[in-house]
């Protein structure tokens, strides 16, 4: 199986702070990493897919990077609504494993 | 607008099956460019991906689970299920059901049901 490890697993921030999650994978995947965000009682949401493509309908504040085992997501200016938990997934091979997920919490 | 509906028991016995359906409405569970499969998390933990379908009866599964699962179709009804056996209270968790997109260069999960809380005790 791939492993996906996130980094940090929780960060404090502030609205209009500039934060990014990174996202490691055991092996090389391309750019088939997907970022989804989760809010408490709810289901994921898709956010960036294929590393960088923003998913339909997501503010364009978020932003992903990377290729190979090395990832990002970006949240340029962090809004209320975006405090949640942000998880990556690898889409490259089965198991479609995910990341340990990174909440974001209120500073 | 696509959407997905998980049903079953919310309660399983250990050492039972755990059996949940879910029912897309929206759209055709029949098409090339989709797939669709499930994906659980335990209380207060991460996501884990239990397997998937695809359109030409493809399955998939994570092998950690593999002896235990099944995941199959029924384009009749428009729904797909999930069936886990041997269940232990480490199967306790909400289980989604999605459709995973894999018409472009690279598949997402782009549609979720809103889970079900499946808890396995006596």
């Known amino acids: 199986d791939i492993q996906m490890t996130q980094s940090p697993s929780s960060l404090s921030a502030s609205v209009g702070d500039r934060v990014t999650i990174t996202c490691r994978a055991s092996?090389?995947?391309?750019?088939?990493l997907n970022w989804y965000q989760q809010k408490p009682g709810k289901a994921p949401k898709l956010l960036i897919y294929?590393?960088?493509s923003l998913q339909s309908g997501v503010p364009s504040r978020f932003s992903g990077g990377g290729s190979g085992t090395d990832f990002t997501l970006t949240i340029s200016s962090l809004q209320p609504e975006d405090f949640a938990t942000y998880y990556c997934q690898q889409s490259h091979s089965t198991p479609k494993t995910f990341g340990q997920g990174t909440k974001v919490e209120v500073k | 607008q696509l959407q997905l509906q998980e049903s079953g028991p919310g309660l399983v016995k250990p050492s039972e099956t755990l059996s949940l359906t879910c029912t897309v409405s929206g759209g055709s569970i029949s098409s090339s460019s989709y797939y669709w499969g499930w994906i659980r998390q335990p209380p207060g933990k991460g996501l884990e991906w239990i397997g998937s379908?695809?359109?030409?009866?493809?399955?998939y599964y994570n092998p950690s689970l593999k002896s235990r699962v099944t995941v199959s179709v029924n384009p009749s009804k428009n729904q797909f299920s999930l069936k886990l056996t041997s269940v232990t209270a480490a199967d306790t968790a909400v289980y989604y059901c999605?459709?995973?997109?894999?018409?472009?260069?690279?598949?997402?999960?782009?549609?979720w049901g809103q889970g079900t809380l499946v808890t396995v005790s006596s």
């Open positions: 999605a459709r995973g997109d894999s018409s472009g260069y690279s598949e997402k999960i782009d549609y």
């Open positions: 294929a590393a960088s």
């Open positions: 092996q090389t995947i391309s750019y088939y």
């Open positions: 379908i695809y359109f030409s009866g493809s399955t």
